[in-house]
DNA sequence: GCCGTTTTCGGCCCGACTGTTTTCAGTCG
């Protein structure tokens, strides 16, 4: 059983509950160990087979370790299967309707006898809900007109597809009466893979002037809400962003509250509740006096923390390490010396040998490598026996043209009993290969991780590219024992790839983190198919500092020489 | 239901906005 399905069966129970009428702090407890779960790197399966403890995970006690057990052994939750009888579990879509929450699904429920979305329209239709007590007009209009936004529901963004969005969005703000300041917050500012929707912070001396100014942004389909200090929005591609205009003096307390997380946010809060010390989004206070609030180490600083960089506020021990001052110094994209997997011509990139490298001393790199695919990948018409003697005359010449290291180096195909889609004779041509899925995606857990640890095993391949093979929100990633596999890599000094492509994203973050405690180091690559995409460098990095990683933990921050060593 | 270096009982982040009220509950982030 994956953690999402565990984690969703907490959710289910816990809104269920919320909407019988429950104790508040009881749903709440079940929701935060729903998202503990969620954001948990390791399987809770394996952990309950291997009979660990996990009354250690934080918001986990005895009753609900019990009930994940349950899960685990029996595939079912008795206690949610009981309040499903005694509440329709259909009520659950209700939620998604904007305004409507379990108080009002309640009234709903228990005094129209309304059980499903269907009885619902029906009911507002006929006019039925306004006639309630503590409904009206506009939620009876809000409610038919959030009928058909609801298949909209939980589309999430590419961060790098959000990112122009949110510039343009930004330099239309900088335009704005009375405006001072404008940062792009939230998930975006944490540099998640996916953004569900924009959080931006701006400060200026009439916040009311901005919030109408904002509200005129010709890319808007509707006005959520909209008050003096903040409005919510949703632009015509259905992107959601919410506004907060602060004071300037606040800045710094708005800016931690409004980039969250949500974890991380409560989790300081609760902290300086135990100190006797309140922080909202004005500032950190100690009865009357205000502790802090310009900029976002003070606001630490005033709770005993050194600053922590956003990327890692997801309440993932960083609290914990702040307070020790045993944060990791994140890796940059300065600290990148080249980029070791990239495609040509040769197979499918779109662009030469020669573009490529231009490209990359462009961007200051030392050395790249040329990756194209074997020759076993049919789609990408890769490197053959026939190709290949041309393959490295180019890169060759190449290297003496541009003037930048250039490694002869291949993206080997893993069949699907895990040995090499390129022969012998070709591999011993390259100064190294990765290997990587590209089929068979589907193989279960324990034939999959024998697949990629075979082909690990060849002394040519230095290290495993797009481990996971998911596209996000496109393809599942395969099922793969990745302890096992972090183990060997560790192990045999092999490496682990995390690829840029903002799609790919693989490893992620959670996965990036456990390797790296593991001792795995790794290689942040582009895997660009033309000389633009060498710029997704960027979002490689984005996430490997979500996964905590150091420049030492990445080789593609040595110089030429260190690399060189490396290889050999 | 969870949690605890003052606590095993009595707390549980905190504030803006809306729609419905006639001073505030519910929802949301």
């Not at 309040?83 to 309707?97: H, N």
């Not at 009206?136 to 959030?146: C, D, Q, R, S, V």
């Not at 180490?297 to 005993?304: A, D, L, R, W």
């Not at 940059?332 to 490529?356: A, V, Y």
């Amino acid at each position: 059983m994956q953690n999402s399905e565990i984690a969703k069966a907490f959710f289910d129970l816990a809104n269920l509950l919320d909407i019988k009428g429950e104790n508040p702090f009881k749903v709440r407890a079940y929701k935060n160990a729903a998202r503990v779960i969620e954001g948990l790197g390791e399987s809770i399966e394996k952990m309950v087979h291997e009979g660990e403890d996990l009354t250690k995970l934080p918001g986990i006690g005895k009753e609900i370790a019990k009930k994940i057990q349950e899960l685990v052994t029996t595939g079912k939750l008795k206690k949610l299967e009981k309040v499903k009888k005694e509440v329709p579990p259909t009520l659950l879509d209700l939620l998604s309707i904007e305004g409507l929450g379990p108080k009002k699904v309640h009234e709903l429920y228990t005094k129209l006898g309304i059980t499903n979305l269907k009885e619902l329209q029906e009911a507002a239709k006929k006019h039925q809900i306004s006639k309630l007590r503590g409904f009206g007009a506009k939620t009876e209009e809000k409610i038919l007109k959030g009928m058909h936004l609801l298949k909209q529901e939980g589309i999430r963004f590419l961060y790098a597809v959000a990112k122009p969005i949110a510039f343009n969005l930004k330099a239309y703000l900088l335009k704005a009466p009375t405006i001072i300041k404008v940062v792009i917050a939230g998930s975006f500012r944490r540099a998640k893979e996916t953004v569900g929707d924009l959080d931006i912070l701006a400060t200026a001396k009439e916040p009311a002037l901005v919030i109408d100014y904002f509200t005129q942004y010709p890319d808007i389909i509707e006005v959520v809400v909209a008050g003096d200090t903040r409005a919510t929005v949703v632009l015509k591609n259905m992107l959601q962003v919410d506004l907060r205009v602060v004071q300037d003096k606040s800045f710094g307390a708005a800016l931690q509250y409004f980039t969250g997380s949500k974890d991380h946010t409560i989790a300081l809060r609760n902290m300086a509740i135990d100190m006797g010390i309140k922080m909202n989004e004005y500032g950190v206070f100690k009865g009357n006096k205000l502790l802090a609030s310009k900029d976002e180490i003070e606001v630490y600083k005033s709770i005993g923390l050194c600053y922590i960089e956003p990327e890692l506020r997801e309440n993932r021990g960083e609290i914990e390490a702040a307070a020790k001052n045993a944060l990791p110094k994140l890796i940059t994209l300065q600290d990148i010396k080249g980029d070791l997997h990239m495609h040509s011509t040769f197979s499918d990139g779109i662009e030469t040998i020669k573009t490529m490298a231009q490209k990359a001393k462009l961007l200051g790199y030392e050395y790249i490598a040329i990756s194209d695919h074997s020759a076993s990948l049919a789609i990408a018409k890769g490197v053959d026996e026939k190709k290949i003697q041309s393959y490295i005359k180019e890169i060759e010449t190449t290297e003496d043209e541009v003037g930048i290291k250039i490694f002869k180096a291949m993206e080997v195909d893993i069949l699907e009993d895990g040995s090499l889609g390129a022969s012998k004779e070709i591999l011993e041509q390259l100064d190294f290969a990765w290997a990587a899925i590209h089929s068979k995606f589907k193989l279960d857990k324990t034939t999959q991780t024998k697949r990629i640890l075979k082909a690990l095993q060849n002394p040519f391949v230095k290290g495993i590219a797009h481990i996971s093979g998911r596209i996000i929100a496109k393809r599942e990633p395969m099922q793969l024992d990745y302890e096992t596999i972090f183990t060997f890599l560790a192990k045999e000094g092999k490496f682990l790839e995390l690829n840029a492509q903002p799609e790919r994203l693989d490893v992620t973050d959670v996965y990036a983190k456990k390797a790296k405690e593991m001792g795995v180091k790794f290689v942040i690559n582009s895997d660009a198919h033309s000389s633009k995409q060498l710029e997704f460098m960027e979002f490689g990095i984005n996430q490997a500092r979500r996964g905590w990683l150091e420049a030492k933990d990445v080789i593609n921050t040595s110089s030429l020489k260190e690399i060189e060593a490396l290889f050999n």
